[in-house]
Nanobody
């Protein structure tokens, strides 16, 4: 079992920045991948970025060069630094973990980009 708790969402103006945190209940060094996903109203959940247990990262094309995923093994936490935010980034952001075939989700955190 892995419990995930997201934090850091909020309201930000276009061009602004936010950092999301995903705190895991166990060592992330043993979790195959941890990713950030988002779901906007009326749309399917989509992958934003993911990081493997050895630090390999992958990003959606829409966020490359703007978002950065990172991990702190000592804190069992995965971060998503979001810069140059756009209104189309507005969504509920979820942390998801693939623990070698077992999938876990956090409760989500709302990110709203609006002036």
């Amino acid at each position: 079992q892995v419990q995930l708790v997201e934090s850091g969402g909020g309201l930000v103006q276009p061009g602004g920045s936010l950092r999301l945190s995903c705190a895991a209940s166990r060592s992330i060094d043993s979790i195959r991948t941890v990713g950030w996903y988002r779901q906007a109203p009326g749309k399917e959940r989509e992958l934003v970025a993911m990081i493997t247990s050895v630090g390999i990262t992958n990003y959606a094309d829409s966020v490359k060069s703007r978002f950065t995923i990172s991990r702190d093994g000592a804190k069992n936490t995965v971060y998503l630094q979001m810069n140059s935010l756009k209104p189309e980034d507005t969504a509920v952001y979820y942390c998801g973990a693939d623990n070698w075939g077992n999938i876990y989700w956090g409760q989500g955190t709302q990110v709203t980009v609006s002036s």
